[in-house]
């Protein structure tokens, strides 16, 4: 299995709204460029708390989706160009329902491993003018995926991902999405989901809601802080 990067983008941590920083605001390079444990060189992050390090070095959209949000939020110029949400690799050929969790992709010369489905936030909001866009993008599960960097190298527009292993083919990031956002809990599935190798924010979110009972509030991630009267 195969998907082909159409861009690699990056942007650098500026200002943004309601006294947030974000390099969600990023641009195509040409060339070769190099992509090591934390990332694609001259990538950068506005809050590390909850962005980047090694788990989360690699951001990948699928260009599939954007004809998607054409037809369901109409014409909007950050769909005419690559980076609309904020990803490093622009891809064509794979989706949620194709990657599975522990996928390993040879991306021109460095072997990406992928990690964990995107949590949207609100900057999305924000990004796209829409109060409902993080919402949205957590409903439909076009989210995209992170990836760690196991083995540095280079990355380019045309490059292929080629898929090097599959541990887990029993969980594609498509029913990762839908327990994670499913607000009912199902206690089979979580304990299935725990026996996987995940990360260290998703491991704990998840036996969270184990010995709650409860599936935790979204707000405060999809409204983000409130705005100054």
Request: hydrophobic share 40%; with cysteine; charged share 25%.
């Amino acid at each position: 299995m195969a998907g082909c990067v159409l861009a690699v983008c990056t942007g650098p941590a500026v200002a943004y709204a309601r006294g947030a920083r974000s390099a969600i605001d990023k641009r195509a390079r040409t060339g070769r460029i190099a992509c090591g444990a934390l990332g694609v060189d001259g990538d950068e992050q506005g809050d590390l708390r909850v962005h980047g390090g090694p788990d989360k070095a690699v951001h990948h959209y699928p260009s599939e989706h954007y004809a998607a949000w054409r037809a369901e939020i109409g014409a909007h110029p950050l769909l005419d160009a690559p980076a609309a949400f904020g990803e490093n690799l622009h891809t064509r050929g794979l989706t949620e329902a194709d990657v599975c969790l522990g996928d390993r992709y040879r991306v021109g010369e460095a072997l990406l491993e992928v990690s964990q489905a995107r949590q949207p936030c609100w900057k999305l909001n924000e990004r796209f003018g829409r109060a409902d866009m993080a919402a949205q993008v957590q409903h439909t599960g076009r989210t995209g995926w992170y990836s760690r960097v196991l083995e540095a190298g280079a990355v380019w527009a045309g490059a292929e991902l080629v898929l090097q292993a599959r541990p887990h083919p029993e969980w594609p990031l498509a029913r990762l999405l839908d327990l994670l956002y499913r607000p009912s809990l199902d206690a089979a599935e979580l304990r299935a989901a725990l026996a996987l190798p995940l990360p260290p924010n998703w491991e704990r979110l998840l036996r969270r809601r184990l010995e709650s009972g409860a599936v935790e509030s979204w707000d405060a991630r999809l409204a983000g802080p409130a705005t100054s009267a």
